[in-house]
């Protein structure tokens, strides 16, 4: 064997002759960057990604083809490679067409995989869809109740019928796994051995606290209420909320191993320094913004008059404030429309929200507006309160004057806001009031010690705190949730606060944060406007599930829940509709991961707008989506069985395919190898419809467990479920080649026919029993025919698909235990 | 496997399956590996691509028939016939091993007595092979210098005569010198994933783990001395024997694991009458399968993908199994169910772990002394691998048999059991799908797979649906003297004149209600391939 001398990249290697650069680069650990590599099969049209540059000559050449010569000097990285490689790339993005992330993804602020979760719904995998959920967001049962669904609204469903319910299908399957008593057992790492304060145990809180436990970290939560759950519990009430879900979704956080010290208010109980000083490496502020912008009219200080966190904190702690039978709510934002219901269910008879402009231009959402008022809930609007008077005793307690508004001109930004009519007040009986204006974190500034009175507080009373670093002013404190945002939503704080874990996480162990994800996407139209209406050819009208809820006049007379949650059905079925816009080839698409790596530019590249050819569903387990496939013609090449034919009519200017076609012939024997090695989302497999984005995968190789070829298998598995199986191509005995059986067929390990439990017969019936009594009355009954009627009375069949172990040990139980050698298996069979 | 075991030593395939790429001449005798075996059969495909010539027997129509140099189409269960006829050929023209079979066999006066009546001409009349493609075929595989493999499957085993077809292949093996090269060799293709390895570990009636026969005292020393307990040395009965045994009193309880004799046995429902007799029935599997209904007791099992332990494949090799998910519920591994329950009739089975199994295996297994879970890590071994140094071994028999000397022990043709006549006219044969295995309830769990091949098709030769007035998808009823199924029809030249094969994945279709509980004398395999049916049309 002859040997050669070579530098790549500065390094120098020494090989046998006869490889190719590419070979020889892979063989000492450098990667050359290829779509269309396919061992000892050179494309006939190359991606050309995998040029190199040699020292002394002037054209970059094919690594991948090229032979590695005695003496080159190569570089693979080089600026002349680099703008190469960008040059190839944003060739093929030009044309490239489809969504890598769905838009429910992109638009949702947790960056959920929403498509993920739907899609394991669809396929009944209730289980790893909370899973999935839990990856990002550890307040499923909250988020799925209270969710202003943002996903909902960019939901390209919308351009076909309705959007897809995606938080009720959150809630479902939340829902589910509570009702099946399913433990996530969601993973933790080894202990840091850092201690971690929070204060706050609120939505942001809660987050913060699972997502540091989860990396190791002892977390203890300080809470000045008696329970959890902070604007969960005070800010929610049981009709949107029910205490049981709250309870079990804290203890779901809780259990893996969180420290809560309950009814410790911060400044009073401990401060930030008794926290350094007991030894929190951190402090994560999560105090959430509860207290309320007080109304500044004449007479709001009086015994019936309420502001709206006041009053609902102590509805939730079961006290029921008296506030007689008409009530006022002034303000419009979406805590005023809880107040209100909960007036109404507290059985106010006249329940009015004060309001100084529209009812478009309320801060609350449309939904919950519609809510308050099917329950009864009236409303008065282009109306502010100018004064409280005591009624003295005319029919109701107070008196609240009001005075019309109307919009004024436009100001410098063309905002017209409310100005008061002249002379038009108007006086409303009331017997309470209660004023939601809004939430702040603090009044003026924290209590406490020197470090409280040091935090730095913005113009709105909110904690000061930098939103990528989630640093406080203070060193070792953070902040996060409503505490720095101002009152947002339940997955707005679940965000800030995952940030916050990120950060703090980095902070005591002494770690640069890790990377965010790439925000690179392609996508088949930012806007509706611009998605063209030829991607839904084909897709049918099918409504959304309509959410079963108690009607209005009923629910509104108790607190028990209004929204009862989809049955399994309905939720199959609407996860049903989703049109799976994502690409399920997300994490194994080289050339997104090209683009990412060489930073592609797609503003600047452009990508293609339209379909130009139909998704092609009619081979049997293979979906082909054309408008992806870069010609990388990978799965013509590694096919054994010559099965696909990859073709164009034409090529462009830039030698791209038009006309392309990808025919499956009589040949295919649905092995789905093509698929396994598709350089983007071209080829899929019908049965893998999860995207997978960062979540973590396990690879496992296993053997095949049909016939005894004994192919090598690579199960992936997310979570508790095997995802799809593939294979390695070095691996003996098959060599990366399966059959249908063995890279499809096994959807029976998690199917629902799986016997689970021991059965017994009783009275001529099959029914479940436990392993002990199953164990016990098989013992005695097998002891005692073998005393009645000797061992060789019975026989065993052992299993030629269990493995050798139980087969051995099957064969050892007859021999010893029972004493016959009347054992066999199928062999035969 | 038996009869391999009795010729060379040793029942597994000889070679490897990456050596089909070495081999000048491949004989397919009796296997569809397209659809059995795909991977396999994907490599024989390949070699042939590459230059090899392919001999094929077997009286389907396979897509090998269709690409082979030469393809013998003999009658249903003539194989022994046949094979006797082209060794006939061979020494009649001088193209044998004679070193080979001089230094390294014995009894080959014996072949030539039995073979010498095998003329062409007398071959013809029991196989419809004729002379010149007889001929033709001895000459392929005899090829002096040549390296020439033989595959066969279950269409070769699955006879009454099964054992006397695979000695009648060890013996043209051995006459020609085909053994102990890459290339070469006699390689059964075993049917499921792990029957190579049930039978190593000795869940066999007639020998302990490693193939000692019961008659092999230190054998029983070893292991009485290891497992401290005195083990029977009466012969036990074969699976397909314990029906009849259960019907005369003399099986009483059965424990059945992983298998579903109401649908996989021959002439099912004699199987299914024995089980109602039962006293105690144990039924430990992954499904409630249509035997587990009939239990008094069902363990539920853990999967493949739930366990850690072993595999051994068709080339002897052991490869891991490694658990990626949980079982449901309260499943458990088949290992633990065993271990608990053994405890619980008062002989201790304490495991930690499927390793330290295995660790057990390989003490007193010295076809396995070398493996460990540690050097299989990566890539399985072939066994036999003596001591941990040893690398495996790809191709048994090189320079040496097993057993010493190879053993030729010719066979004289018997017809089958169950011949057509002229109240069952046709042949029933029973074959497999390639999307689908065995009785369905892995494979039928899959929406794509069932989209793929749904339903079982009863594959008819257009002169027979001719004959009958049969045309394509025409529900028939198909009839044996045991029972009947009902189906549609696929007419289609893949079958033989006189002959219809029937898929046996399907529930529906019980084909092995039709089938004959006629067994092999030595292996007690059943005869799956052959029996005699009618059919009737469907109005």
Redo the contacts between chains.
Sequence with gaps: MTTLTVTINGAEIVAEAGLTILELAGRSDIHIPTLCYVPGKPADTPCLMCMVEIEGQEQLIRACVGLAKDGMVISTESAKVVAHRIERLSILAETHFGDCKAPCNLTCPGQINVQGYIAHVAKGQYEEALRLVMERNPLPFSVGRVCPRFCETRCRRILVDDPVSINHLKRFVADWCMNHEIDLEIPKEDPTGKRIAVIGGGPSGLTAAHFLTKKGHDVTIFEASPMLGGALRYGFLEYRIPRDVLNYEINTILRQGVSVKLSQKWGKNFTLQSLKDQGFAAIYIATGAGVDVPLEVPGTVNPYTHTAMQYLHRMAEGKRPDMGRRAAVIGGNNIAMEVARTLIRQGVAEVTVIYPRSRVEMPAHQRNIREAEKEGVQFLLMASPVEICDAANQGARLKLELIRMKLGEPDAKGVRHPEPIPGSVNTLPVDSIVTSLGQTTVGEKFNGGPLEKSIAITINKTIDANVRSSQTNIEGVFAGGDAVSGPRSVIQAVVSARRAADNIHAYVMGREKEEAESRFNFTRGKGFDDVDMKNFDGIHLKLREKMPTRPPEICSQDFDEVKLGFTEKMARNEAERCLSCGCTAYDRCQLKDLAIQYNLNLNKTGMGTKPVYAKDYSHPVIIVDKNKCIFCGRCERVCEYEAIELGATGFDDKERPVGLYLRFNDNCVSCGKCVDNCSTGALNKKAQIIPIHSEPVQDVRTTCPYCGAGCQIILRVKGSTIIEVTADPKQAPNYGALCVKGRFAHEFIQHKARLTKPLIRKNGMLVETSWDEALDFTAKKLFDLKAMYGPDSIAGFSCARATNEENFLMQKFMRTSIGTNNIDHCARL | ?ASLALSFGSGAMTN???DAQESDVIMLIGSNA?T?????G?RIH?AKENGAQLLVIDPRRTAFADEADLWLQPNPGSDVALLNGIVHVILEEDLWDRTFVEERTENFEELEIVTAKYTPAYVEQITGIPESQLREAARLYASPGQRCAIYYGMGL??HASGTDNVKSIANLAMLCGKLGMAGGGVNP??????????????????T??GYSG?NNNCAFERYEKM?E?K??????????E?WD?ILTD??????????D?VL???NALHAVAALEKL??L?VQ????TDT??M???????A?????????????R??????????P????????QI?????S????E?D?AD?EE??N??TQLMPQYAGITYQRIDK??LQWPVPSLDHPGTPVLHVGKFTQGKGLFIPEDYTPPTELPDAEYPLILTTIRE????NFG???R?????E??CPEAFAEINPEDAKRYGIVDLDEIKVSSRRGSVHLRTLITDRSQVGTIAIPYHFAEVPVNNLTLNSL?RL????Q?KICAIKVEKVT
Excluded at chain 2, 338 to 342: A, I, T, V, Y
């Design positions: 496997m490897s399956i990456a397209d059995s075996h795909p991977t396999i994907l390949q085993a699955h293709l075993r049917g499921q994933n792990n029957v190579q390895g049930a039978c190593d570990m000795g869940a066999l009636f007639n302990l783990p019961l497992w307990v083990l029977p040395r009466r012969k036990g009965k074969a699976a397909t314990v045994a003399d099986i009483k309880g059965l424990y059945i694991v992983g298998e004799p996989a046995d021959p006293d105690f144990i599997d992954i499904f409630l587990a209904k239990a008094d007791i069902v363990f539920p099992a999967c493949y993908a739930e366990k850690d332990g072993t595999f051994t494949c068709t080339e090799r052991v490869q891991r199994v490694r658990k990626a998910v949980e449901p519920g309260e499943a458990k591994a088949d290992w065993f271990c608990e329950l053994s619980r009739m008062g002989y089975m495991y499927p199994i295995f057990e295996v890539v399985g390639r999307a689908q295995y309830s892995m494979t769990k899959t929406k794509e797979i989209a793929l092999d292996s007690r395999s059943p799956y």
